[in-house]
């Protein structure tokens, strides 16, 4: 089989974690099948549909890599490849069905369908839904219709008895009756829109799309689809409904568990080959073991077989882990050119760097890049160096459970160490501070922790002596000398 996949997403929001998964699949699928990955913008709802969702699409598969074989801007034999450029497509083939007895004109002002709605709820009805007032209306009703300038809809002419079978490569056969399955849906609004089902239907046909992989949400039209695909006598596609991306808390991920949206990780720092990566792991696995692959790995060795039934966790934890590993493969210089951003964003460093600026870069990499998780802390982790730090409170200076005056003697020893240190390696400061530890009877954390606060103010930073290091020695000692007087000032 020539295998033709396809991502179809609406341009009504950013693309997002369970979008860009789907979108991944399809594509791998089709590399390793040799087959071809058609991008297609499915933007029948005018009315959310907007230019910026439709380039946040563009520009997500480029960061991405994720080229389209088919599709806007690349063009192809099946195109146009945006649905609202395909109109007359969807009017004709509606038009069709009409004429064959499968579909009819419905005349149903919104009027009356809001209150067969209403009333359908109040009485708690089993008929819930469009009540086929239309179906079987006369030439001469119609006639009538139409001479009152009223505008139909096109509706679907479901079956009334029966059931709809259709096969899912993961799920297995899944079987709906008729009777519940949407009653007679409009497939062409009156102002000659047509709706989800029916676009989908026809260019998924028309295409040669040989393969559906979609989120499993949509399981309950599947139905309503081969009903459409046997009214028009077509082949219906091979169906694998994907597992839903869902938090850690077993719902469905969303905003309320953090950031969705692809352009919030590229903006904070996650690297493109980390987010496939991950997210091709998140309902998908190779062998249960192995975690690491590159785009081209995942575009030989992607099967649906080894996707999982169950839903797949996303872990924003473990992505944080991936894309520290990722960040280490960097040489320094590929790294110093994807942190250089952040640094001239925050006001740093120029964006065309000085000779000084670039040197200064070039000596944080190594220093940086064991505590980066994402290219953003960068910014954070580094700040103490450009800007003069805020004086810090008594209580940031304080180890726990360390009295004032055993940390001013700690302070006052390591600084006698640090100013003498003269060819001293790393290494053996850190022997010496140890020591001055054990001499002071505290943890060795009661002694690295004030100074570590006093020079870069956070707990939290490159390792202290080459903090040191690229602060300077003069801006260092001044600083500890500033956190001695706090304190000293604290216990008079």
Same mark, same amino acid.
Not at 83 to 109: N, T
Not at 406 to 411: C, H, K, M, N
């Given at each position: 089989?020539?295998?033709?996949?396809?991502?179809?997403?609406?341009?009504t929001g950013m693309q997002h974690i369970g979008g860009?998964?789907?979108?991944?699949?399809?594509?791998?699928?089709?590399?390793?099948?040799?087959?071809?990955?058609?991008?297609?913008?499915?933007?029948?709802?005018?009315?959310?549909?907007?230019?910026?969702?439709?380039?946040?699409?563009?520009?997500?598969?480029?960061?991405?890599?994720?080229?389209?074989?088919?599709?806007?801007?690349?063009?192809?034999?099946?195109?146009?490849?945006?649905?609202?450029?395909?109109?007359?497509?969807?009017?004709?083939?509606?038009?069709?069905?009409?004429?064959?007895?499968?579909?009819?004109?419905?005349?149903?002002?919104?009027?009356?369908?809001?209150?067969?709605?209403?009333?359908?709820?109040?009485?708690?009805?089993? $008929?819930?839904?469009?009540?086929?007032?239309?179906?079987?209306?006369? $030439?001469?009703?119609?006639?009538?219709?139409?001479?009152?300038?009223?505008?139909?809809?096109?509706?679907?002419?479901?079956?009334?008895?029966?059931?709809?079978?259709?096969?899912?490569?993961?799920?297995?056969?899944?079987?709906?009756?008729?009777?519940?399955?949407?009653?007679?849906?409009?497939?062409?609004?009156?102002?000659?829109?047509?709706?989800?089902?029916?676009?989908?239907?026809?260019?998924?046909?028309?295409?040669?799309?040989?393969?559906?992989?979609?989120?499993?949400?949509?399981?309950?039209?599947?139905?309503?689809?081969?009903?459409?695909?046997?009214?028009?006598?077509?082949?219906?596609?091979?169906?694998?409904?994907?597992?839903?991306?869902?938090?850690?808390?077993?719902?469905?991920?969303?905003?309320?568990?953090?950031?969705?949206?692809?352009?919030?990780?590229?903006?904070?720092?996650?690297?493109?080959?980390?987010?496939?990566?991950?997210?091709?792991?998140?309902?998908?696995?190779?062998?249960?073991?192995?975690?690491?692959?590159?785009?081209?790995?995942?575009?030989?060795?992607?099967?649906?077989?080894?996707?999982?039934?169950?839903?797949?966790?996303?872990?924003?934890?473990?992505?944080?882990?991936?894309?520290?590993?990722?960040?280490?493969?960097?040489?320094?210089?590929?790294?110093?050119?994807?942190?250089?951003?952040?640094?001239?964003?925050?006001?740093?460093?120029?964006?065309?760097?000085?000779?000084?600026?670039?040197?200064?870069?070039?000596?944080?990499?190594?220093?940086?890049?064991?505590?980066?998780?994402?290219?953003?802390?960068?910014?954070?982790?580094?700040?103490?160096?450009?800007?003069?730090?805020?004086?810090?409170?008594?209580?940031?200076?304080?180890?726990?459970?360390?009295?004032?005056?055993?940390?001013?003697?700690a302070l006052e020893k390591s600084l006698e160490i640090?100013?003498?240190?003269?060819?001293?390696?790393?290494?053996?400061?850190?022997?010496?501070?140890?020591?001055?530890?054990?001499?002071?009877?505290?943890?060795?954390?009661?002694?690295?922790?004030?100074?570590?606060?006093?020079?870069?103010?956070?707990?939290?930073?490159?390792?202290?002596?080459?903090?040191?290091?690229?602060?300077?020695?003069?801006?260092?000692?001044?600083?500890?000398?500033?956190?001695?007087?706090?304190?000293?000032?604290?216990?008079?």
């Amino acid at each position: 089989m020539n295998v033709r996949v396809r991502y179809a997403p609406s341009p009504t929001g950013m693309q997002h974690i369970g979008g860009v998964r789907t979108a991944l699949f399809n594509y791998f699928f089709a590399r390793a099948q040799g087959g071809k990955f058609i991008l297609r913008v499915e933007d029948t709802d005018q009315e959310r549909s907007t230019p910026e969702a439709l380039q946040d699409l563009y520009d997500t598969l480029a960061w991405l890599g994720v080229e389209w074989d088919e599709g806007p801007i690349v063009g192809g034999p099946y195109g146009p490849y945006i649905q609202s450029e395909r109109f007359g497509l969807y009017q004709e083939y509606a038009h069709r069905l009409v004429a064959e007895g499968k579909a009819y004109y419905c005349y149903c002002a919104h009027e009356r369908l809001d209150a067969l709605r209403e009333e359908q709820t109040e009485s708690k009805s089993q $008929q819930q839904g469009y009540d086929r007032h239309c179906r079987e209306l006369s $030439q001469e009703q119609r006639n009538a219709r139409e001479a009152e300038g009223i505008k139909p809809v096109i509706r679907l002419k479901v079956p009334l008895e029966g059931k709809t079978t259709f096969h899912d490569v993961l799920m297995g056969d899944i079987s709906r009756r008729n009777k519940d399955v949407s009653p007679d849906p409009v497939l062409l609004k009156s102002d000659g829109f047509p709706t989800y089902h029916l676009a989908n239907v026809i260019d998924d046909h028309l295409m040669g799309i040989t393969h559906i992989m979609r989120a499993q949400e949509w399981i309950p039209s599947g139905p309503l689809h081969i009903i459409l695909y046997e009214a028009f006598g077509w082949e219906p596609p091979i169906y694998c409904h994907l597992p839903m991306v869902m938090g850690k808390d077993g719902q469905k991920l969303s905003k309320r568990h953090g950031s969705t949206s692809v352009r919030d990780f590229k903006a904070k720092g996650y690297l493109p080959e980390a987010l496939i990566n991950y997210v091709s792991m998140v309902g998908w696995s190779y062998d249960g073991v192995r975690e690491f692959f590159t785009r081209e790995e995942l575009g030989q060795v992607f099967s649906l077989e080894k996707i999982n039934k169950a839903p797949g966790v996303f872990d924003y934890k473990k992505l944080d882990w991936y894309n520290g590993m990722y960040i280490r493969q960097k040489s320094d210089q590929e790294l110093a050119d994807l942190l250089a951003p952040y640094l001239v964003e925050a006001g740093f460093i120029h964006l065309q760097r000085t000779s000084e600026e670039s040197t200064l870069l070039e000596s944080l990499v190594p220093v940086v890049r064991e505590r980066l998780k994402v290219l953003s802390d960068v910014v954070e982790m580094v700040r103490f160096l450009f800007e003069e730090i805020a004086e810090p409170a008594v209580e940031q200076l304080l180890p726990k459970n360390q009295e004032i005056p055993v940390t001013v003697t700690a302070l006052e020893k390591s600084l006698e160490i640090i100013m003498a240190r003269g060819d001293a390696s790393d290494a053996e400061l850190e022997l010496r501070l140890s020591a001055l530890a054990e001499q002071l009877g505290i943890k060795i954390n009661g002694v690295f922790m004030p100074v570590r606060v006093a020079v870069t103010g956070s707990t939290v930073s490159p390792p202290l002596f080459d903090s040191i290091r690229l602060l300077g020695l003069d801006k260092a000692i001044s600083r500890i000398e500033r956190a001695v007087t706090i304190l000293k000032g604290e216990v008079r």
